[in-house]
């Protein structure tokens, strides 16, 4: 899959979960790469453009903090339940050496899931990992 093509999934994803839930779930979103020569951050959608770059890597903390020394596949996620503030609430591996990260701003992903309707949401997330399994994105 082509980074155009896996925006429109993330983006038409985020918006079936939002409809769901019936409020946002996350209000950022970035798909990040590990190759150097990326510059890291492929794309980006939220409030904090002027400065997401340059906190990459302490807002991952908690994420990298669950998933260090576990292998991930294309497909696989997690969630941070209780990274809160800036710090990224889930993470998708959508290929080889790209990852989306998400994340709402002002709740954790325990306050998220606390809602009933989380329930009909995280079944658009599971959907969308489904697709970068069968397709990862290839940058």
């Not at 979103?29 to 002027?50: F, I, N, Q």
């Not at 497909?75 to 790209?98: N, V």
């Amino acid at each position: 899959m082509d980074l155009a093509t896996a925006r429109q999934h993330i983006q038409g994803s985020l918006d079936r979960m939002n409809a769901l839930y019936g409020k946002p779930i996350f209000d950022e979103w970035a798909v990040l790469s590990t190759a150097a020569k990326h510059g890291g951050v492929l794309a980006y959608a939220g409030p904090r453009m002027e400065n997401f770059r340059q906190n990459v890597l302490t807002d991952a903390a908690p994420l990298r903090a669950l998933t260090e020394g576990r292998p991930f596949a294309e497909g696989d996620f997690e969630f941070a339940p209780e990274a809160g503030g800036t710090h990224y609430d889930a993470l998708l591996k959508l290929g080889a050496a790209s990852f989306l990260v998400c994340n709402h701003t002002a709740k954790t992903m325990a306050e998220i899931r606390s809602d009933p309707r989380w329930l009909k949401a995280q079944k658009v997330f599971f959907e969308l990992s489904e697709k970068f399994r069968a397709d990862p994105l290839g940058v």
